[in-house]
């Protein structure tokens, strides 16, 4: 065998040569081609691609991108304001809470505590900040989460006014392409102003001027430096660190701003410290409302919105409303110490609830089952803990420690057992209440009272005769409690207040004050009910023949509706119609029945028909939106009531703006000194201790007292108070409207004249005194030994009987010479 030489060359097989490098045949490609093809890749990665994304989103989403000039004409979602006419805050109503402001009005510790926790380079950058984007780019890549957007305050401005919160990629480019536009055509101060507005805060919250009012009850001015830093620390996020919900997070966040404040020059460390070592104290504080009027409020919004639509509740309007802040105030306190009044007198119904003396024992059960208890009106929710043979000792909601004499302040107390009965007389308070007891109290002219909320409801309006202005209204004890208004939705018998429209009625028929009606018994026989009437008086009694005058003063039953019965059912609808009363109403009720108020209204439409005796003679129509102010101040509304015009000779014929006449001069004058009467010796006549003689009016009780009424006026403000149960049930035997309804009505008129000088009702021409005979209605020589003075007409009624005439005319002329 021979062996192979290694280094003899052997042949080369065809497909060894192919595959030799540098062989003609090499059929791999040269590294020329190799790279072409990654610079082609390259180029269409990074130029093509991106060139072909640009321009798709120049062409179809760019054009739809809002104009960011947009933002120097922005208007905020401002909340409705409802102000009393001299300028205190009612109520604010809205779902965002926002106080706007100009950048020069932010105080330069809010802009730099924001500055420091949002966006410490916004002054320099141009709307993007690239550090930031490449961090929040870096974390998406090493994390493969979005830790954070990188975003700048410009950015925000952009996303909170023009996009959605939805976290995509093409809302973040958005985001950025806006900021750009913002940046380029706004200022750095107008882009700070729309972020400080519009940011929310939490608790409906929006913009750190309402932010401040809503945490710390404060002007943003008056804020400290912690208090700025909290409200900084909130946009990131209003609810991980807020500092009512979550104060140990909020309050980490806010040292968080107040150590960037520092680093950035904006604060020294002792500033930082001191600011750091305050404890969290924010709380929720709601609008600061200054008069108490929920259901004025209440009616200024519904009218505000069937006005201005929907919107009315965002577009930052100012309502002003006819209400008179200090008449309101006075309003509220008469009703609610007469609803009270009324429950004392018919006993105490027991305390809310109780605590075991172990919950009794422990601080934090006390104030958990106190914060359970609503608060209405002005009563204070208490718990008993302790009792001695003069006193009780009660813990109220803040922790006070209150005494409670047991006379008078528990000795009213008997206990309850229907309207019409009461148990005895305690005398010790441990009859009253034991320790532990959950109770309300009421601080009554600075001593401390135990109270219960009353069941009984009631309703107070009053409004200016000459235009319908309503000075004061309330339809309940508690507009929080109840929503219910009373004084205009609430529709009751009127009872006796009807009767001097009814008397005003005989009055245009022929009748006069001194005219002579039977009050004696009468039986009515109702066929379609197989039934009898026997009206009756309240008394029980009955007092025979009765001059008109006597018996409305004494609201005397049987004369109204034998006057009625005179006059026809017919012609009584017709004129008390007059007054504004709805007709619909009083045909409902088109029998004699009508003569006891058996028609139902609201107090709201009982004082419009009073304010026509007080006017003299003309229907107003009452309003309470005296004029509405834009987002800028600028009027957009104002009222333009009808007038009653006290002069006739100044009146124009056809001026728009005068109140259609109802009722003569002369009838009004008559009636309203029937009216005078009712007070001075009549149903009403508690009423004198005010001390005045310009005031008149009118008790009004239903069948049962299930409704008491009391109405009446001066020639400047007429006053409608209502007392009764939202479930009609009678208030008791004696609570009739002198008892129930009147001492509000007082207590009201009381601060309502209290600087208004005497007023009396001027008497127009047409009108003479003339002295009667007391008994008989007739007229009599002046010298005559009991004679008084009635006011007639001039000529004299027709129903004067003709002797009475002939007497009347000869005395004219006696007198008049």
Partial sequence: MQSEDPLKETPETPTEKASAPGHPNDERPPRRKRRWWLWLTLLTLFVILPGIGVAWYMVTIYPTLPDASELKDVRYQVPLRIVTADGKLISEIGTQRRIPL?????????????????????????????????????????????????????????????????????????????????????????????????????????????????????????????EYAMLAGLPKAPSAYNPITNPARAKARRNYVLRRMHKLGF???????????????????????????GYAAEMARDWAQRRFGPKALEMG?????????????????ALRRGLLDYSRRHGWRGPIGHLAPAQLADKADIEQALKKIEEPGHLKAAVITEVTDRSAQARLK???????????????????????????????????????????????????????????????????????????LTGGFDYFDSKFNRAVQGRRQVGSNIKPFLYSAALDKGYTAASIINDAPVVFHDKALEDVWRPENYSGRFYGPTRLRVALAHSRNLVSIRLLQAIGIRYAIDHI??????????????????????????????????????????????????????????????????????????????????????ISPQNAYIMTSLMQDVINYGSGRRAKALGRHDIAGKTGTTNDQKDAWFSGFNPDVATSVWVGFDEPATLGRREVGGRAALPIWMDYMR????????????????????????????????????????????PFAPDVPTRTERKLEQLQNDLFQ
Avoid at 199 to 210: E, M, Q
Avoid at 613 to 628: E, H, L, M, T
Avoid at 629 to 637: A, E, Q, V
């Fill in 751 to 794: 601060v309502a004249l209290a600087d208004r000088p005497e007023h009396p009702f001027p008497m127009p021409p047409g009108l003479v005194r003339v002295p009667i005979d007391p008994k008989t209605g007739e007229a009599v020589p002046p010298d005559t030994p009991g004679a008084i003075f009635e006011i007639f007409r001039e």
């Fill in 267 to 293: 604060i020294t460390r002792e500033e930082m410290e001191k600011a750091m070592a305050v404890p969290v104290h924010a709380k929720l504080v709601g609008a600061r409302v200054e008069v108490e009027a």
């Fill in 577 to 662: 119609a007059r007054f504004g009363f709805p007709r619909e109403e009083l045909l409902r009720h088109a029998d004699l029945s009508l003569a006891l108020g058996t028609p139902q209204f609201s107090p709201l439409e009982v004082v419009r028909g009073y304010s026509v005796f007080a006017n003299g003679g003309y229907r107003i129509q009452p309003w309470f939106v005296q004029k509405v102010l834009d987002f800028d101040g600028k009027p957009i509304y104002e009222a333009q009531p009808k007038v009653a015009c006290r002069e006739e000779s100044q009146c124009l014929p056809d001026d728009p703006q005068a109140a259609p006449r109802v």
């Fill in 102 to 226: 100009d950048y020069t009005d932010i105080p330069e510790r809010m802009t730099q505590a924001i500055v420091a926790a949002e966006d410490e380079n916004f002054f320099s950058h141009p709307g993007v900040d690239p550090k930031g984007l490449a961090r929040a780019v870096y974390q998406l890549i090493t994390t493969g989460h979005k830790k954070s957007g990188g975003s700048t305050i410009t950015m925000q401005v952009a996303r909170n006014f023009f996009l959605s919160r939805k976290k995509t990629f093409m809302r973040k480019l958005n985001e950025i392409v806006l900021a750009l536009k913002i940046e380029h055509q706004l200022s750095k101060p107008q882009i700070l102003a729309l972020y400080l507005n519009k940011i929310f805060l939490g608790h409906r919250s929006y913009g750190v001027a309402a932010a401040a009012r809503t945490y710390y009850g404060k002007d943003i001015h008056d804020l400290t430096l912690d």
């Fill in 398 to 472: 803040d922790g006070q420690t209150v005494t409670l004499p047991f006379d008078p302040g528990m000795k009213w107390a008997r206990p309850f057992i229907n309207a019409n009965r009461i148990g005895p007389t305690p005398t010790a308070p441990i009859e009253v209440v034991k320790p532990g007891d959950l109770v309300y109290v009421e601080n009554r002219n600075g001593q401390w009272w135990l109270a219960q909320k009353p069941q009984v409801q009631g309703a107070l309006i009053s409004v200016a005769p000459t235009n319908g202005r309503i000075l004061a």
């Fill in 317 to 333: 309007l100012t309502l002003v409303t006819s209400i008179d802040s200090h008449l309101q105030q006075a309003a509220n306190r």
